[in-house]
């Protein structure tokens, strides 16, 4: 089914849907001081950073870059760090018998996705409609990262795997092919590769564990094309208009599915989409899965610049 809606959200709202990767991220971090801060004798040397996440959040979701900026993001992420060893000398394990040390390690791989993450976004900032060129090589390896940060953060929950032969009873299997007309490229504005990750981590989400994801992407005949499929909950027949409304979750999931997002995903793709010119495309079927489509035709300036092979 072809979205054609006229969507109404606020300047907020958008200002939440353009940020909402790091505010995603932020909400991860959150978590994860949570987690210590319930199982640990110290809680007190946990709420101060609590506090600062929140505080982080705000300041993203309100552009503000006097809080919001590198030399801040990087003395948050220090201090954390420095909490963090400070507790493992006073309390190595925590109640729940899981080890301090092990979320060093955690925080480690959500400072290196979240690195990445400002990048873009500050980028954005100063050229916000930009298209941007990757290799096809690149551009896998930085989603094969992702996958692992996803799977890393599970906790033993589930693997995400690449080779139907290796998967077992709880693993994700994922298919991600590329292709383009182009030499080794693809270009695309920053905010739809934001996009392909919300989409394939929502893909994720509401696909139980040895489910499957299959990506795609394609670059040819003046057109950027991408589809994300799983093996997934689905969703109502009656609700697949109304999904990409902001903060409206599907009735079969949302008391099923923890998140930690607010249920606008969907919201900044088919925005995003219509932003550039776009089509979107979601096809569902109730316990068998979803398939989202995106089209966005490529500038002619890009096409112009490629040699077409």
Same mark, same amino acid.
Request: charged fraction near 30%; aromatic fraction near 10%; glycine fraction near 6%.
């Given at each position: 089914? #072809?979205?054609?809606?006229?969507?109404?959200?606020?300047?907020?709202?958008?200002?939440?849907? !353009?940020?909402?990767?790091?505010?995603?991220?932020?909400? %991860?971090?959150?978590?994860?001081?949570h987690l210590i801060q319930f199982e640990t004798d110290h809680p007190d040397?946990? *709420?101060?950073?609590?506090?600062q996440t929140l505080k982080l959040a705000d300041a993203a979701r309100e552009?503000?870059? *006097?809080?919001? /900026? #590198?030399?801040?993001?990087? $003395?948050?992420?220090?201090?954390?760090?420095?909490?963090?060893?400070?507790?493992?000398?006073?309390?190595?394990?925590?109640?729940?018998?899981? *080890?301090?040390?092990?979320?060093?390690?955690?925080?480690?791989?959500?400072?290196?996705?979240?690195?990445?993450?400002?990048?873009?976004?500050?980028?954005?900032?100063?050229?916000?409609?930009?298209?941007?060129?990757?290799?096809?090589?690149?551009?896998?390896? #930085?989603?094969?990262?992702?996958?692992?940060?996803?799977?890393?953060?599970?906790?033993?929950?589930?693997?995400?795997?690449?080779?139907? $032969?290796?998967? &077992?009873?709880?693993?994700?299997?994922?298919?991600? &092919?590329?292709?383009?007309?182009?030499?080794?490229?693809?270009?695309?504005?920053?905010?739809?590769?934001?996009?392909?990750?919300?989409?394939?981590?929502?893909?994720?989400?509401?696909?139980?564990?040895?489910?499957?994801?299959?990506?795609?992407?394609?670059?040819?005949? !003046?057109?950027?094309?991408?589809? %994300?499929?799983?093996?997934?909950?689905?969703?109502?027949?009656?609700?697949?208009?109304?999904?990409?409304?902001?903060?409206?979750?599907?009735? /079969?999931?949302?008391?099923?599915?923890?998140?930690?997002?607010?249920?606008?995903?969907?919201?900044? $793709?088919?925005?995003?989409?219509?932003?550039?010119?776009?089509?979107?495309?979601?096809?569902?079927?109730?316990?068998?899965?979803?398939?989202?489509?995106? &089209?966005?035709?490529?500038?002619?300036?890009?096409? &112009?610049? !490629?040699?077409? %092979?």
């Open positions: 089914m #072809e979205i054609k809606k006229d969507l109404n959200v606020t300047d907020n709202q958008l200002n939440e849907l !353009e940020m909402h990767s790091v505010i995603n991220i932020l909400s %991860v971090i959150s978590s994860q001081l040397l946990i *709420s101060p950073l609590i506090d552009k503000d870059q *006097s809080i919001f /900026n #590198e030399e801040t993001i990087t $003395a948050f992420q220090k201090e954390i760090l420095g909490v963090i060893g400070k507790l493992d000398e006073l309390q190595s394990e925590l109640n729940d018998g899981s *080890s301090v040390s092990e979320f060093h390690s955690i925080f480690n791989d959500i400072f290196k996705v979240f690195d990445d993450r400002l990048e873009e976004i500050f980028h954005r900032w100063n050229h916000p409609n930009r298209w941007e060129s990757f290799l096809i090589h690149d551009f896998k390896k #930085e989603f094969q990262k992702f996958f692992y940060t996803l799977e890393k953060n599970s906790r033993g929950r589930y693997r995400i795997i690449y080779n139907i $032969a290796e998967q &077992e009873e709880k693993d994700y299997l994922v298919q991600f &092919e590329i292709n383009s007309d182009y030499k080794d490229t693809i270009h695309l504005p920053l905010l739809l590769k934001d996009i392909i990750r919300d989409l394939v981590s929502n893909a994720r989400k509401y696909t139980l564990p040895g489910g499957n994801i299959n990506i795609g992407i394609t670059q040819k005949d !003046e057109m950027f094309k991408f589809v %994300v499929q799983d093996s997934g909950y689905g969703i109502p027949e009656e609700e697949i208009s109304k999904i990409i409304e902001f903060g409206y979750r599907a009735s /079969n999931v949302k008391d099923k599915v923890r998140t930690m997002g607010g249920g606008f995903g969907l919201t900044k $793709a088919y925005h995003i989409t219509q932003k550039f010119g776009g089509h979107f495309w979601i096809d569902s079927k109730l316990d068998e899965g979803t398939k989202i489509t995106i &089209e966005i035709p490529i500038p002619k300036q890009i096409l &112009e610049n !490629e040699i077409h %092979v």
